[in-house]
């Protein structure tokens, strides 16, 4: 059943690398509860107590919003094939932006995605297993290119134009700071 451990074992970051899609989960003191899919291959472990993702455009930029005022963070993954497990990341985020110095640091270890607008870094307080037998059978049957498709259509204007137009407050009107630290 259920273990709590300080950080990552090796056998916990090799379920990690298996995934394809990651849930997070954020919200601030007042606002409402952010739970978000994930996938691209968009996530890589740097310690046993440190992950990152890259960020791409979406329809909403609750997690920058959410970080910037209260930065817990919960990841999330579940198997849905083979032995079944939930794994749970607890922990301190903060969010990168282009315009911030970390930036050329941690982007090359992505592959580039069209649309990238932030880097969020965990650091890793509490490492959650469960049983995740409830958890159903799903196979996995490729990435969806559409997101992609989109945002080179748009390009880097569009994109920019994007962020401004949608991406700059939450749905409970809280700053992500998109502008002011991803435009020049």
Not at 1 to 10: H, P, R
Not at 66 to 89: D, N, S, Y
Request: aromatic share 10%; proline share 3%.
């Amino acid at each position: 059943m259920g273990q709590k451990f300080d950080a990552l074992s090796d056998r916990l970051i090799e379920f990690i690398q298996q995934q394809h899609i990651f849930f997070v989960g954020t919200a601030t003191e007042d606002s409402r509860v952010n739970i978000s899919p994930k996938g691209m291959d968009s996530l890589r472990v740097l310690t046993p107590n440190r992950v990152i993702w890259l960020n791409v455009t979406g329809s909403g930029n609750e997690t920058a919003g959410h970080i910037q005022q209260l930065p817990r963070m919960t990841v999330m993954f579940t198997a849905f094939h083979g032995k079944p497990m939930i794994l749970r990341l607890y922990g301190t985020a903060k969010v990168i932006h282009h315009n911030d110095a970390e930036w050329s640091d941690l982007y090359h270890l992505f592959d580039a995605l069209p649309g990238a607008r932030q880097i969020f870094d965990l650091s890793i307080e509490l490492v959650q297993t469960s049983c995740g037998m409830a958890v159903p059978y799903y196979a996995y049957q490729g990435e969806r290119e559409q997101l992609n498709n989109w945002a080179e259509k748009k390009g880097v204007e569009g994109i920019e134009d994007y962020w401004r137009e949608k991406n700059a407050k939450t749905i409970d009107g809280i700053v992500t700071d998109i502008e002011d630290k991803n435009l020049s």
